[in-house]
């Protein structure tokens, strides 16, 4: 079936850095495409979204870049804080209001 | 702002029981969906309520089952609970069906099958 992958399971990064997380889906009908952040014990959070017109997108500290053409999402976030530990997953909408997720990237910071 | 709620927590049952969980959905939103997250793994469509009806289904059995109310506040059901079905039981709402509608999770439902 359709699914979203992520390449990663885990990036460890220092405090102050940027850091890059990636994520391939298959479905290339697929016109709508999120991040979420979730942190241990809490559901997953909107971060940011990008619809398939668009390549990229920037919020406050992050950025999700979309290549169609090799099926590719990235989200970058700059200035790495403690704040940002958590597990990130992609997910692209299918089907209606289907969200399909990635299985997540964990992202540690170092102090 | 009242954001996502579910209810209750955490719940622990045993293998052929039956449980009910409860969503109460962002506060002007009107559609509910259910995922479920197995631990380590990306949340999985279960279905989806708009209007009290369910719109849309994803590969799961005849036992998982769910319901709208009026006020769009939703349930999930699942018959003959399975050690499989030990998962976090997460719920999102949005407004309407237009694939613009951001989906938002509330704190989710850790059910334990023992």
């Known amino acids: 079936g359709e699914s979203v992958g992520l390449h990663l399971p885990t990036l460890s990064v220092q405090e102050g850095d940027n850091s890059i997380i990636n994520c391939a889906y298959s479905?290339?009908?697929?016109?709508?495409f999120i991040w979420y952040k979730q942190e241990s014990g809490k559901g997953p959070q909107f971060i940011i979204d990008?619809?398939?017109?668009?390549d990229k997108r920037q919020g406050q500290r992050v950025t999700v870049l979309l290549n169609k053409t090799v099926k590719h999402l990235s989200l970058q976030i700059a200035a790495t804080q403690p704040g940002d530990s958590a597990v990130y997953f992609c997910?692209?909408?299918?089907?209606?209001?289907?969200?399909?997720f990635g299985a997540g990237t964990i992202l540690r910071v170092k102090s | 702002d009242a954001g996502v709620t579910q209810s209750p927590t955490h719940l622990i049952k045993t293998r052929g029981q039956q449980v009910t969980l409860r969503c109460s959905p962002k506060?002007?939103?009107?559609?509910v969906s259910w995922y479920q997250q197995a631990l380590g793994q990306g949340p999985q469509f279960i279905f989806q309520?708009?209007?009290?009806?369910?719109?849309q289904r994803g590969n799961f059995p005849d036992r998982f089952s769910g319901h709208q109310f009026p006020n769009y506040s939703s349930e999930l059901n699942v018959n003959a609970l399975l050690l499989g079905d030990s998962a976090l039981y997460l719920c999102?709402?949005?407004?309407?069906?237009?694939?613009?509608?951001?989906?938002?999770f509330g704190p989710g439902t850790r059910l334990t099958v023992l």
């Open positions: 997910a692209s909408r299918e089907y209606g209001n289907k969200l399909v």
């Open positions: 479905n290339s009908a697929s016109d709508y």
């Open positions: 990008i619809r398939s017109n668009m």
């Open positions: 506060s002007g939103h009107d559609t």
């Open positions: 309520y708009y209007e009290e009806e369910e719109r």
């Open positions: 999102a709402s949005s407004l309407g069906l237009a694939t613009t509608d951001t989906q938002y």
